[in-house]
């Protein structure tokens, strides 16, 4: 049987969607799983339109290496707080909070696929997905790597680029800058080690930051894939990992940074970022110039600039948001508090500072505005910024 996505909304979201929505978004899902039951149960995807395609693990239908096996990995409770306080909802994360503290991290896999096609989709919102056929057409089911309906138009037309051999290792929203650096990177620092980089296609349409990163490990494609358009591979190598694999990360943090004495206090302010605010934000001042803490607006930093400010850092203060993700160059045991809704219990940051040996402290804050609790605003009391530091240290 696939594995489907279940129809998960946070608390937070439940309280402002409104009747309409709930019933259409449970119309889309039932479909979605009768037409996906359908294709595992062998129906051929011409019977369905091409919207869906039977689902196989993707380790099932390659030649597959194991470079780390699954694995239990350690880590501490958030600085001041009890396994009591965290919470054990896992949302859309697939592990929750509590978790953490001992969390099983998959194996990490080098996967030869024969005969494959990638398909380089986009979600009707606009967002980079890519999907990966074999030479049976069926959908390799890869986190974040997976034929969903919009995939089909794709699957129907000639490639539009021919490779005897090509790697790749680009998922869905691969641009956005949190999971490039958790879920990338490390990626490609393996297989440089390697030597299995020379025929690397990535997605042609690319941030600079994204470019200044492959800059700092040596690294350039071999060709790349337009949005909207479809590789062929004879052989196609696929990396299959875990976001959080602790070899992957400590990997990339030493391939991207030098190790500088760390003696700065940084708290990372939204002011210039596109929504998500934290909002009364002067009124923590005085408390940060109280404790030597420098303000900073990634935004206004170049990539390498925020590399070497993130490998100064001692203790590094943020609402959550893609900055904490520069947690990745700050040398290990850091500190890293972060400014979080509850309502919103996302543990990736958690997860990511426990695979790199930092030390993870949070302060709880209030969700603000109506809308997805991805996009609202976030108010937190100066009170409960200072006890988070103070159990910090």
Known sequence: MSRHVPLYVSPAEAEITGLRGRAGRRLRWWRDRWGSQAAQAGLPPAVLGGRYRRHVPAAEAAVAETVHPATTVRGDLPLGRAASDLSADPGWFGFAFRDVPARLAGPTRLLRIAEARVLAGETPAGDFAPAILDGAGRSLDLREIRHRPFHAPLARRAPDMHRRRAVWIA??????????????????????????????????DRPAWLDASLARIGIRPAAELPRGAVLAAGEL??????????????????????????????????????????????????????????????????????????????????????????????????????????????????????????????????????????RRDLAVDPEAVAAALDAAG
Request: glycine share 10%; hydrophobic share 45%.
């Open 237 to 374: 190598l696929v990396v299959e990992c875990d976001r959080f694999r602790p070899e992957l990360l400590r990997a990339a943090r030493a391939a991207a940074t030098d190790s500088p004495a760390a003696d700065r206090n940084i708290f990372v302010s939204r002011r210039s970022a596109r929504g998500r605010s934290l909002l009364g934000e002067e009124a923590l001042q005085p408390l940060l110039h109280a404790r030597g803490f420098e303000v900073v607006e990634m935004e206004r930093l170049g990539f390498d600039e925020q590399v070497a400010l993130m490998a100064r850092t001692r203790l590094l203060l943020a609402p959550h948001g893609a900055g904490l993700a520069n947690m990745l160059f700050c040398a290990p045991g850091t500190t890293i508090v972060e400014i979080a809704d509850p309502g919103y219990p996302n543990p990736n940051f958690y997860a990511m500072a426990a695979a790199l040996g930092h030390r993870y402290g949070y302060v709880a804050a209030r969700g603000m505005g109506a809308g997805h609790p991805l």
């Open 171 to 204: 998922e869905r929203v691969f641009d956005n800058y949190a999971h490039w650096f958790t879920a990338h990177l490390g990626k490609l620092v393996l297989l440089r080690d390697r030597g299995l980089l020379g025929d690397l296609v990535l997605p042609a």
